[in-house]
């Protein structure tokens, strides 16, 4: 979801599902099942969120393989990003995607009912705490290299994963797809020793504040960094649906990974 079409971000952000086009759906399990293996996951954050999500591995593999954790849109689930997920098993990674807190599966919270559209907006900013969770449970995996952990997120995704290169040590790298600064969460603002470095930021000129955005989190970020832009209005997914953002997208991992 777009947080520029969606002004009031902690109210009609908060109450309605998404707005705007929506984002690629699952396809058939049988698209992927000759290429991975899936293990459906979960893990229980700091803060009492059940996080569910799917693991998903090569049939082929040997030794340990880096990883590559999945931060969906705003509105949306993990199963947004499985078109995706053949392509980096079979460049060699590891797979994490997993339902934010408050979306799809993840709704629980220590035995109560939590779900985005009573979010608060500590609940918002204390999104970063579900990608350490993810880090915590990837580290028990013997297949992991748990050295080399990668984030790419789309929208609010893109500021999750930010944010995590700053304040979590088990990032390596992270992929910032359509970032938003201009709503006051997720930001970065007011974390102590707050330092995100590694990052490529993605957008769209023509996204809205996404672009300048990138260019304004680039500049708190240690190197190696990068920011490209791209034409036309496309966000989140549909942007990562491009060709050309995939092969960048694919040549970062490739460097930084």
């Known amino acids: 979801m777009s947080l520029r079409r969606c002004p009031l971000f902690l109210l009609v952000f908060l109450l309605t599902a998404g707005c705007g086009k929506k984002a690629p759906t699952d396809p058939e399990?049988?698209?992927?099942?000759?290429?991975?293996?899936?293990e459906p996951v979960r893990f229980i954050t700091s803060?009492?969120?059940?996080?569910?999500?799917?693991?998903f591995s090569s049939n082929r593999q040997q030794g340990a393989w880096p990883v590559v954790v999945l931060l969906h849109m705003f509105g949306g689930n993990q199963g947004q990003w499985t078109p995706f997920v053949p392509e980096m098993v079979e460049r060699g990674y590891l797979v994490l995607a997993f339902?934010?807190?408050?979306?799809?599966?993840?709704?629980?919270?220590?035995?109560s009912f939590a779900p985005r559209t009573l979010f608060s907006r500590e609940d918002i900013d204390s999104m970063p705490l579900d990608v350490k969770a993810a880090i915590e449970w990837i580290k028990t995996r013997?297949?992991?290299d748990a050295q080399r952990i990668g984030l790419?997120?789309?929208?609010?995704?893109?500021?999750?994963?930010?944010?995590?290169?700053?304040?979590?040590?088990?990032?390596?790298?992270?992929?910032?797809?359509?970032?938003?600064?201009?709503q006051g969460v997720l930001t970065g603002e007011g974390i102590p020793d707050f330092q995100p470095r590694s990052v490529l930021f993605l957008a769209a000129f023509g996204d809205g504040y996404a672009f300048t955005s990138a260019e304004a989190m680039a500049e708190q970020t240690q190197n190696p960094k990068r920011v490209k832009g791209y034409q036309g209005t496309a966000r989140g997914?549909?942007?990562?649906?491009?060709?050309?953002?995939?092969s960048e997208v694919f040549s970062w991992l490739r460097e930084n990974l």
């Open 99 to 111: 339902d934010l807190r408050g979306h799809g599966q993840s709704t629980d919270r220590n035995g």
């Open 29 to 38: 399990p049988s698209a992927i099942a000759d290429l991975i293996q899936t």
């Open 47 to 55: 803060d009492g969120f059940t996080i569910s999500g799917t693991w």
């Open 152 to 182: 790419i997120g789309v929208d609010i995704g893109a500021n999750i994963a930010y944010i995590s290169s700053g304040t979590l040590s088990g990032i390596k790298t992270a992929v910032s797809i359509s970032p938003d600064n201009q």
């Open 237 to 246: 997914f549909f942007l990562f649906n491009d060709a050309d953002v995939q």
């Open 142 to 144: 013997s297949e992991a």
